[in-house]
């Protein structure tokens, strides 16, 4: 079984949010860091080198494979800053809808600026979607 890539480490997350050279992305990335401690009462981990995430499961496929991940997080990627919504969309549909303009794949939100979103509708989505990991995944 191959290992997982994307590992909890003792990485610094303030000095990787250092490296994000927009500043308009780098505040925004402020932002996040402190609605998702806010929202989780996580305190913010790094998770390889591009991702910071908030909160642990463990996880188990049928296949076999299993593994740990973040409950939520994000990355400040080229094109958007990606928010990782381990539970998926389908089940905030209400949310989405508020939520401004976005686009996401299956679990991940991705938004080009805070600008553009919502917040209260965010801190909702981060907070319900963290809630449903922590109660399903014990």
Not at 77 to 83: A, G
Not at 102 to 129: A, E, F, M, R, W
Request: charged residues 30%; positive net charge; contains cysteine.
């Amino acid at each position: 079984m191959p290992e997982n890539k994307t590992k909890k480490n003792n990485l610094s997350v303030s000095a990787f949010l250092e490296t994000v050279k927009d500043k308009d992305r780098r505040k925004d990335c402020d932002t996040m860091l402190k609605l998702m401690k806010e929202m989780t009462g996580e305190k913010p981990k790094m998770w390889g080198t591009s991702m910071v995430g908030f909160g642990e499961y463990h996880y188990k496929y049928d296949s076999g494979h299993e593994g740990d991940y973040f409950k939520t997080g994000f990355s400040p990627r080229k094109q958007s800053i990606t928010l990782y919504i381990m539970p998926g969309f389908e089940k905030y549909p209400e949310l989405m809808d508020k939520l401004g303009k976005h686009k996401v794949g299956k679990s991940c939100l991705y938004i080009n600026s805070l600008d553009d979103i919502h917040i209260p509708t965010l801190k909702k989505l981060v907070k319900q979607s963290y809630q449903y990991m922590t109660k399903s995944c014990k």
